[in-house]
T-cell receptor, first 115, second 111 residues
Framework: NAGVMQNPRHLVRRRGQEARLRCSPM?????VYWYRQLPEEGLKFMVYLQKENIIDESGMPKERFSAEFPKEGPSILRIQQVVRGDSAAYFCASSPTGTGGPEAFFGQGTRLTVV | QKEVEQNSGPLSVPEGAIASLNCTYS??????FFWYRQYSGKSPELIMS????GDKEDGRFTAQLNKASQYVSLLIRDSQPSDSATYLCAPSRTGRRALTFGSGTRLQVQP
């Protein structure tokens, strides 16, 4: 049973480009959470999705950021027109239920660098 | 006031000593408390959960919770160099879907 898979592991984008981060949850998990970790900081919640639905996007910046979790395929976090301040590690976690606590398993993260 | 406060460290302890990591939180509705360990460049992994006041022991780890003081701690006995990592505290309110993490305490265990 593969764990939570995130790709790419490292992503370099120039300012103004788009970044697409993918997260494939563990088998049987239909709940996905995205977190962002800035250098030397803790993880900050961004968005919580179930298949085809955004349940809570209270932590997501209002502009340039979007997320989806289609019926088929991985969850995608999309950042348009990236800026230097978007450089961070983006982690996704999946769980079989919606609790988001100990049942959630984290992927290895995507480290985004904006140059 | 931050929702979750942790001393960023680094906390440096010699091998074999007890490392004490502290966390205070502001949401009095928090009922579940989690400690995650994060090695540099890696993802967080859950190492302890505690739900009621008092102590909970698991191997070399002991979590302590005092809801009245809004304080949770993690003790690591017989610290090993492999324990060197950042430890993140995450209190959670029942029904809240996502975790709120502290910024973490970096622990360095000196051989």
């Amino acid at each position: 049973n593969a764990g939570v898979m995130q790709n790419p592991r490292h992503l370099v984008r120039r300012r103004g480009q788009e970044a697409r981060l993918r997260c494939s949850p563990m088998k049987g998990h239909s709940h996905v959470y995205w977190y962002r970790q800035l250098p030397e900081e803790g993880l900050k919640f961004m968005v919580y999705l179930q298949k085809e639905n955004i349940i809570d996007e209270s932590g997501m910046p209002k502009e340039r950021f979007s997320a989806e979790f289609p019926k088929e395929g991985p969850s995608i976090l999309r950042i348009q027109q990236v800026v230097r301040g978007d450089s961070a590690a983006y982690f996704c976690a999946s769980s079989p239920t919606g609790t988001g606590g100990p049942e959630a398993f984290f992927g290895q993260g995507t480290r985004l660098t904006v140059v | 006031q931050k929702e979750v406060e942790q001393n960023s460290g680094p906390l440096s302890v010699p091998e074999g000593a007890i490392a004490s990591l502290n966390c205070t939180y502001s949401d009095r509705g928090s009922q579940s408390f989690f400690w995650y360990r994060q090695y540099s460049g890696k993802s967080p992994e859950l190492i302890m959960s505690i739900y009621s006041n008092g102590d909970k022991e698991d191997g070399r780890f002991t979590a302590q919770l005092n809801k009245a003081s809004q304080y949770v701690s993690l003790l690591i006995r017989d610290s090993q160099p492999s324990d060197s990592a950042t430890y993140l505290c995450a209190p959670s309110r029942t029904g809240r879907r996502a975790l709120t993490f502290g910024s973490g305490t970096r622990l360095q265990v000196q051989p």
